[in-house]
């Protein structure tokens, strides 16, 4: 099994700056790496897959790096919407893992 | 446009079963891989099973092999999930998906609480 870890676990950030949210793998994934923005009572949404590609609709102000087992998700100016919980996810196979999340929060 | 409605959640006792469905629409349902995803209350996202269009490939988390079976009926664009021998640890919303690895699609999510 494929342990997806995330730091940190809370991120506190003032609207308008920037966030950086990390991810890691246990075993290298390539580039199948996605992000989500879940909000409560919400499904989640798909923000990133492939480690960098945005998904449909997705603001510019998101971006996704890395590959193998290092991944960062990066939100350039924090709008008001944007406080949620991030989850990365891996699907190298078809034995998908999510990591715990980081809860994006009012400064 | 693509539509996953689950049903089947609900109240159960330690030790019982349940029968989770989902209701595919907007899509050619026989083309894709189906999954169920769940969360339990105030906690993460934990994918639980996957099936290939076909059925013939089927994989699990391992806290719920040989407890839950995936299924689906391509004629009915129906996706299932069979729980038996329920603990309270599966207490949940369950999500059905649309993966492409990625989940482009989810449905709105069946609860699930196991107790007596």
């Known amino acids: 099994e494929i342990v997806m870890t995330q730091s940190p676990a809370t991120l506190s950030v003032s609207p308008g700056e920037r966030a950086t949210l990390s991810c890691r793998a246990s075993?290298?994934?390539?580039?199948?790496l996605a992000w989500y923005q879940q909000k409560p009572g919400q499904a989640p949404r798909l923000l990133i897959y492939g480690a960098s590609t945005r998904a449909t609709g997705i603001p510019a102000r998101f971006s996704g790096s890395g590959s193998g087992t290092e991944f960062t998700l990066t939100i350039s100016s924090l709008q008001s919407e944007d406080f949620a919980v991030y989850y990365c996810?891996?699907?190298?196979?078809?034995?998908?893992?999510f990591g715990p999340g980081t809860k994006v929060d009012i400064k | 446009e693509v539509q996953l409605v689950e049903s089947g959640g609900g109240l159960v006792q330690p030790g019982g079963s349940l029968r989770l469905s989902c209701a595919a629409s907007g899509f050619t349902f026989s083309s894709y891989w189906m999954s169920w995803v769940r969360q339990a209350p105030g906690k993460g996202l934990e994918w639980v099973a996957n099936?290939?269009?076909?059925?013939?490939?089927?994989y699990y988390v391992d806290s719920v092999k040989g407890r839950f079976t995936i299924s689906r009926d391509n004629a009915k664009n129906s996706l299932y999930l069979q729980m038996n021998s329920l603990r309270a640890e599966d207490t949940a919303v369950y999500y059905c998906?649309?993966?492409?690895?990625?989940?482009?699609?989810w449905g709105q999510g069946t609860l699930v609480t196991v107790s007596s």
């Open positions: 996810q891996q699907y190298n196979n078809w034995l998908f893992t």
């Open positions: 075993q290298s994934v390539s580039s199948n």
């Open positions: 099936i290939k269009q076909d059925g013939s490939e089927k």
């Open positions: 998906a649309r993966p492409a690895g990625y989940v482009h699609y």
